[in-house]
C-alpha cells in the first residue's frame, strides 16, 4: 500500500546538474524523515542526504555542498538535486521513506 516511487535519472557528463524526485503514496508523509542513498556496482549502499520531518538536513562529505535535498509536504515528495557531478557519483539511487520504505531506484550515469 504504501509505494516509492524514484525518478529523473539519466545520463549526464561530468560537472552536469540532474534533479532526482521521490513520490511517497499510502502515507502521511509529513510526519516521517525521508533519505537518498546510492550504490555503484560492487559497492555497498552508501547515505547521500538525509532531510527530517522537520526539516532538518544532513549531507556526508562526499556529496556536501554540490546536492540538497528538499521536501514539499503537501506533494508528498523529495527531491534530490545534484550540481557539479563526478564520475564516482554513479550509481543507482534509492529513496527512504523511514524506517524502511524503499523505492526501485532510478539510474545515474556520469561520463565524458
Known amino acids: 500500500q504504501v509505494q516509492v516511487v524514484e525518478s529523473g535519472g539519466g545520463l549526464v557528463q561530468p560537472g552536469g546538474s540532474l534533479r532526482l524526485s521521490c513520490a511517497v503514496s499510502?502515507?502521511?508523509?509529513?510526519?516521517?524523515?525521508m533519505a537518498w542513498y546510492r550504490q555503484a556496482p560492487g559497492k555497498q549502499r552508501e547515505f547521500v542526504a538525509v532531510i527530517t520531518r522537520v526539516g532538518i538536513t544532513t549531507y556526508p562529505n562526499s556529496v556536501k555542498g554540490r546536492f540538497t535535498i528538499s521536501r514539499d509536504n503537501a506533494k508528498n515528495t523529495v527531491t534530490l538535486q545534484m550540481n557539479s557531478l563526478k564520475p564516482e557519483d554513479a550509481g543507482v539511487y534509492y529513496c527512504?521513506?523511514?524506517?524502511?520504505?524503499w523505492g526501485q531506484g532510478t539510474q545515474v550515469n556520469v561520463s565524458s
Open positions: 499510502g502515507s502521511i508523509f509529513s510526519s516521517r524523515d
Open positions: 527512504r521513506l523511514f524506517p524502511d520504505n
